[in-house]
């Protein structure tokens, strides 16, 4: 997404003002560290939290490696297994897996499971172990296998998206919190997705975000941990009980991503009904312009920005070509268009088509237009890649 | 039975070789598909759920489908 214009003013100000170490005593570095406090405030105020529950990290995946591997440090006497969803983000799955073993709540047979993440950390493997709990083709948590995972014996923590940052599905987070609390396990949820678009029930003990999805600048993540969650730094440092950021934070996108979070939120109400209506577009032409396509994800509890389909015999990365040469820039969760050449996890535990796969994300500069002329494309190069196919 | 050798081949080859073959046996007769790309057990899966044809088995690398339609 692009920055905000808001964002981009406050990084050109912070830049001039807020170069120093905010932990400095001199008048720059206390200067700094007024800044620090008033980004920190203004996203408490914007999140309903507390300024002091509030660290920002170097990205968003830094937060979410700390919120998982600090909240099951601060756990460990409750037990060692962390349960997640099958369709959590890579930095979920990648904390799991140095986390420990991995088993599924609800047996299915599909292949690929773990995948990627799986295969990579082996070596670094914890002796914890997690539990995944699965999602229907729509993509929403199998809620009764989730309250069964977490008040089983030995939950430390759980972790649960807010919503599906591939199909945009919504996930059924109060009702999942109300299973945690329940069971007395503290949850952990990835709102990257969510912040400034969509909102997020209560009941969570950790949150984790990410700046550059809600148009701050790339390069500054956020943690949330609430006051009466357990939580045992994971890193070498000095604060064992208090998050910290590994390193100096870049306090000028800092400060721009507070700024930008502020604007984004006093947008976000009309921004969603106007995108949520371009989303409904693209749902109902594609299907009635491209044959063979199955759009994919929860048509009505979904995020209002994103939408993503499938188009049988269509190779994800030539489709993904095809769409750049027209100025489009889309994401694929194909195996082709992937480093491991893996499919998306998400779409496999959906169990819906991961080839010719398209994800698509409006933002406040998308205009309808736009989206029109995407849709008037689209059949077109669908149709030229299956011909070259010899289909 | 009817076999396909899509071993080596990326998606959507394997879907695409089956999507060809399959018109072209007789209803009730079943396809094996051999391959080894790492989407091809959940697209081919996903194929006969759009397309209306049976899913019967999958093995190591080895995928059945039954024509039903």
């Excluded at chain 1, 029930?201 to 790339?218: C, D, M, Q, Y």
């Excluded at chain 1, 820039?329 to 169990?351: N, Q, W």
């Excluded at chain 2, 018109?23 to 079943?30: F, S």
Aim: proline share 6%; net charge neutral.
């Amino acid at each position: 997404m692009p920055l905000h214009p808001v964002a981009r003013q406050a990084l050109l100000a912070a830049l001039d003002d807020g170069w120093a170490d905010p932990d400095r005593l001199y008048s720059a570095g206390r200067r700094a560290g007024q800044l620090l406090d008033a980004a920190r405030a203004a996203t408490a105020e914007c999140l309903n939290v507390r300024p002091d529950e509030v660290t920002f990290t170097a990205s968003g995946t830094a937060a979410v490696h700390a919120a998982l591997l600090g909240g099951l440090a601060g756990r460990r006497r409750a037990g060692d297994v962390l349960v997640h969803s099958a369709i959590e983000h890579s930095a979920v799955l990648q904390a799991a897996q140095r986390h420990g073993s991995a088993t599924r709540e609800r047996g299915s047979a599909r292949q690929g499971y773990g995948s990627a993440a799986q295969e990579h950390g082996k070596a670094q493997q914890g002796h914890g172990s997690a539990v995944e709990v699965g999602v229907d083709q729509l993509g929403r948590l199998d809620l009764d296998a989730w309250r069964r995972a977490v008040a089983a014996p030995g939950v430390a923590l759980a972790s649960l998206i807010s919503a599906s940052h591939e199909v945009g599905t919504v996930q059924p987070l109060a009702a999942a919190a109300q299973a945690c609390a329940a069971a007395g396990v503290p949850l952990h949820t990835d709102a990257a997705q969510s912040i400034g678009h969509a909102p997020i029930p209560p009941g969570w003990s950790l949150l984790t975000g990410s700046a550059r999805k809600w148009g701050g600048p790339p390069g500054v993540g956020l943690l949330v941990v609430r006051k009466g969650t357990r939580w045992l730094s994971p890193y070498p440092g000095e604060d064992l009980h208090r998050p910290r950021p590994q390193g100096a934070l870049d306090l000028p996108a800092v400060v721009a991503a507070a700024a930008a979070l502020r604007a984004v939120l006093r947008e976000a109400a009309t921004e969603a009904v106007r995108l949520s209506a371009l989303v409904d577009r693209i749902r109902a032409t594609v299907p009635a312009t491209v044959p063979d396509v199955e759009v994919v994800g929860d048509p009505v509890q979904r995020l209002p920005h994103l939408v993503t389909f499938s188009c049988l015999y269509v190779d994800g990365e030539a489709l993904l070509h095809a769409l750049d040469r027209q100025g489009f820039a889309v994401s694929s969760g194909s195996s082709c268009t992937a480093a491991t050449l893996r499919p998306s996890h998400v779409l496999e535990a959906m169990g819906v088509l991961s080839h010719g796969n398209v994800r698509v994300s409006l933002h406040r500069g998308t205009t309808a237009d736009e989206v029109d002329r995407f849709l008037a494309v689209l059949p077109g190069i669908v149709a030229d890649i299956r011909k070259a196919a010899g289909m | 039975m009817i076999v396909l050798d899509c071993l080596g081949q990326r998606c959507p080859l394997p879907v695409i070789a089956l999507a060809k073959k399959l018109p072209t046996v007789e209803v009730g007769d079943v396809v094996r598909v051999l391959a080894d790309d790492p989407a091809a057990g959940n697209d081919i899966r996903a194929w006969c759920r759009m397309k209306g044809q049976e899913f019967v088995a999958e093995g190591d690398n080895q995928f059945d489908v039954r024509r039903v339609s």
